[in-house]
């Protein structure tokens, strides 16, 4: 495999970057930890040019945005939060509960499925307010039948409230408990507790490297989804397959998200690699977001020339995408050799942006890797699977032997004593 672009900034840079934000999140989250409110309102004030001084967001308030939602805006909401509704339903369809079901004769077995008490989703808002991250968030976690959602998001620079839009897209989506809160603050807050903000037991959504590190370090106190940092595309175009004009947008599409957002073409055709690094700078001239895309492009960017198809999917499955756009002539043979990714997009037509936004899978996906062990955001991660067994007599008489011979080999005694006790004779042995 060969670079026809390499990216310019060393990965390793951008990892040791990420952690390099240890020491000061660990900071801030002892500050809101020692101080609640009083902490979390300094970050906004210093990071967000905050000018309130509350943390909670009114109803009315959040009421008011949506009403103030623009018709196409409101009417783009309902259709992506009905499909990823319905997404999120098929999905719960298949978390089935298990009926106590005999194991051997006495000892039945079962699991129940039951969502966590509470959740508190992250709204990222430093550099764009991520209204469908809303919906991503807050559905599937209404589908999974969370009694308590709240919700974190940052003031919008320089005033007194997050973006209106994000507020209305909360109202839309049935949340009411909001707090303007952003990064490693808000995480800690929704994690540790404040005066205003109540603990919560789980903790969803993206964010940049300060919220992704103190979602890591908080990690244990509170449950989390996964580590959902900057954004990544992995591109695979088999030679004959692949249009320039969707393969470069859809890399723009990437890399206009942050500074450390990633695109990556990989494809077993030379003169498309040329066609779309071309079509790229073409499309960057005019782009409105070209001082953010243009820069991540040029550090992070890469285009890269297989050997074959094989090449490509093994480069693939390690450097574990958290978008996988798959452009080959029979995506089905490719399919099922591909393991690490957070959502794959088959096909000319399946945009990374129709998942971004609408067409219903999560956009919450695992970066950095994790997608080796995480699929992204869904119904699943607000919902626990918990076992229960229920024990007859004769149950108890199979298992006393094997549960008592195996606490006698470890040294545990009063372990070795409960089994036998439940079987005539067995505890006084
Ligand atoms: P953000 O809300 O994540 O971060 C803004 C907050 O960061 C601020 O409120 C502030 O508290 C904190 N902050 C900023 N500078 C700081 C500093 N120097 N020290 C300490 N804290 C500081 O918004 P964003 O910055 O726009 O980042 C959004 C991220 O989410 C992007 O990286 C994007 O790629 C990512 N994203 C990922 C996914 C996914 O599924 N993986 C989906 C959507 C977005």
Redesign the pocket.
Known sequence: MRHIKAPVKDRQAIRGDLYG?RD??AR?IEEVAQEGDQAVLR??R???LSQGDTLKVPEDVLEESFYALEEDLKTAINTARDHIARFAELQMGCIAELEETPICPGVLLGHRVVPVDSCGC???????P?I??VL?LAVPAKVAGVKRICAC???KRGDRLPDRSVLGALWGAGVTEVYA??????VAAMAIGTQTIRPVDLIV????????EAKRQCFGRVGIDF??????VLVIAERGMGNEEFIAWDLLA?AE??L??RSVLVTTDEELADRVTSRVERILQDLPTRDVASRSWEDNGEVLLAESMEEAVEMANRMAP?HLELLAKDPDLWIPKLRNY?SLFIGDHSAEVFG?YASGT??????AGAARYTG??WVGNFLKVLTNQRITPMGAERLSQAAATLAEAEGLWAHRGAALARVPQGGRS
């Open positions: 934000v000061q999140v801030i970050g906004s210093r990071y967000d992250y709204i990222p808002g430093g550099s764009y991520l469908s991250t991503m998001t940052p003031v809160a952003g990064g490693a603050h808000a959504g993206p964010g940049n490297k300060y919220v992704t580590v959902a940092g900057p954004s990544e990437q998200h942050d450390d957002a958290e957070g971004d999560n956009h919450t996906l695992p970066t992204g955001l």
